[in-house]
């Protein structure tokens, strides 16, 4: 076929070196796939743009032209972005969140923000199951991106994922992002003058102007202990705390909960009801109180009130040692610091420890699922028995086996109804003094403890309790939940019959071998008491000896440790 010359067609700095001796037909061909392959990539180079640009939005980088622009892109559209923020890119108020559940609202997402300062714009892509959070600083989203790197953030109990955008600022056409734009809107004034919105039409699922700035908390499926100082840890995010009373009504815990001012309690409300203090369990239930006030008498573990830290504590607690006093007064001032954000729950690590340490809360990440077994060693063997151990370590949970080592009598295997109730004896326990000596708890690789075969005597050292009547905590909610000490040298007394005077009790406990230093009956309920022995030892072996002791009038006495001192 015929050559042609084509040099003033394609340069040949170009072309013209690779297609100058080629003939026409291959020319032809080549220049069609060419074409096609230019077109496939401007189509794709506009999608990406739109995609960009999202839903008739603009997002704006330093680096963009575009930023009168607005485009409308398919919201359905199902692509992932290409080179869109990166976890370790530049700071940005601007938030990219991943992985929505479908159903979530414009609210529940906003409401990811609020702790962390004000929010000033949002855009849902509910087709990509993704949105954009823009906050009122920078400062403000290095927090929340801080926070939620160490605390996985869930909304409908589905992990979600929360980075830097690589856009500085979040542009939205309103007329396109209506709904969005009109919860965010009523958030605003929430949160700035707490006015009703004038001539917005804002949806059901959209905040409305707090009545109250008390809060009527209700705790569902509470497996855990939930305290008056856990509460504070949590709410105090939105806000000064001024007072807050804890009780149990319908065989529920619940709380009043009071802020300085409506907007932190519609704030709260917004973001923590529904929300699980713990994993699976601990659900905060939150609605307005009636009452705008609290009345608060004492300070102590039902009851609190922050701005009045000379208050008494009330029948059988202590009054608060001033330095105490002082650090509760400069807490409330210091409670509304902006970044001063914790996890749900455990605050930081010295909280953490702290409320561990005061039997509060299971040990950060341990669930309920963890091991069950614990191994017990150093034990007096001519002492321990299976029933000592179960009331010993049912004071932190309710034990099911207790077995002592067949050929190594001085260990003990114990099995706890849950991993956070074996979490807690052992924090307890361990190291503690038990017939004179210092046993040693940890958790064991076992994951259940075996009976003996049927006809097998083993000496009575295994002992099945699943069925025991003694267990404190078989009662979700129970108010034994609420009272978790570690041992100490002062015991807590109840259930006493009338006929039976100080005199009895002092006498009862020091015929268990040990010197009663001190006696206090609760001033209105002498069914209750305060008894101090000389040491911690002396109070674990009371308790061994006399918890659930028959005082006649079918009263069984109830030992438990107390924090307090007489």
């Not at 067949?406 to 017939?435: E, P």
Request: net charge positive.
């Amino acid at each position: 076929m015929k050559q042609i010359q084509r040099s003033s067609l394609f340069p040949p700095d170009q072309y013209g070196n690779r297609w100058q001796n080629l003939p026409w037909n291959s020319c032809f061909l080549f220049l069609s796939r060419l074409l096609k392959r230019i077109v496939t990539e401007v189509a794709v180079g506009v999608k990406r743009g739109s995609d960009e640009l999202l839903s008739g939005s603009v997002l704006s980088s330093p680096n963009s032209n575009m930023s009168s622009m607005v485009v409308t892109a398919n919201g359905n559209d199902s692509k992932k972005f290409k080179g869109e923020d990166k976890m370790d890119g530049a700071p940005s108020r601007v938030l990219h969140i991943r992985k929505l559940p479908g159903e979530v609202t414009e609210t529940e997402v906003i409401a990811l923000g609020l702790p962390f300062g004000k929010v000033t714009n949002i855009l849902m892509l509910k087709g990509k199951n993704q949105a954009f959070l823009e906050l009122a600083t920078e400062e403000a989203a290095i927090t929340m991106v801080n926070y939620y790197s160490a605390v996985t953030p869930h909304l409908r109990n589905q992990p979600i994922y929360i980075q830097y955008s690589n856009h500085k600022e979040l542009k939205t056409d309103n007329t396109l992002n209506q709904r969005a734009q009109a919860v965010l809107q009523a958030v605003t004034a929430v949160q700035t003058a707490n006015t009703p919105l004038s001539g917005t039409t804002v949806s059901e699922s959209a905040v409305t102007p707090a009545q109250s700035p008390v809060l009527r908390i209700i705790i569902d499926n509470m497996y855990y202990p939930v305290t008056l100082d856990v509460l504070h840890q949590i709410f105090s995010k939105f806000g000064a705390v001024l007072k807050i009373i804890t009780f149990t009504k319908n065989n529920q815990f619940q709380a009043l909960l009071q802020y300085g001012d409506p907007v932190n309690a519609q704030q709260a409300k917004l973001a923590l009801d529904g929300q699980n203090i713990y994993n699976a369990c601990c659900t905060l239930r939150i609605d307005f109180s009636k009452l705008v006030n609290l009345n608060v008498k004492y300070n102590n573990d039902k009851s609190r009130d922050y701005t009045r830290p000379d208050l008494p504590s009330g029948d059988g607690q202590p009054a608060l040692d001033p330095a105490i006093a002082a650090a509760f007064a400069k807490e409330t001032s210091l409670l509304a610091v902006p970044g001063a954000l914790s996890p749900l729950a455990i605050p930081n690590a010295a909280a953490a420890a702290a409320a561990a340490a005061a039997g509060r809360v299971g040990m950060p990440g341990v669930s309920a699922g963890g091991n069950t077994v614990l191994l017990v060693s150093n034990l007096n063997e001519e002492m321990v028995t299976p029933q000592s151990l179960f009331t010993l370590f049912g004071v932190y949970g309710d034990v099911q086996r207790v077995k002592i080592l067949y050929n190594k009598k001085d260990s003990a295997l114990i099995q706890m109804a849950d991993g956070n109730q074996s979490q807690l004896a052992m924090n307890h326990l361990n190291g503690q003094k038990m017939y004179g000596k210092i046993i040693r708890v940890t958790l064991s690789k076992h994951q259940t403890v075996q009976l003996p075969r049927e006809g097998l005597d083993d000496q009575g050292l295994t002992k099945d309790f699943g069925n025991s009547p003694l267990h404190r905590f078989k009662k979700p909610g129970s108010k034994n939940f609420q009272n978790i000490f570690p041992p100490s040298a002062t015991l807590h007394l109840s259930n006493i019959p009338p006929s039976v005077a100080e005199e009895d009790l002092r006498t009862l406990f020091a015929n268990t071998g040990g010197t009663v230093k001190a006696f206090k009956f609760f001033q209105r309920d002498h069914k209750m008491a305060l008894l101090q022995m000389a040491t911690v030892e002396e109070a674990i072996q009371a308790l061994i000896d006399l918890h659930n002791y028959n005082l006649g009038e079918n009263h069984h006495l109830r030992v438990s440790f107390s924090k307090s001192t007489i």
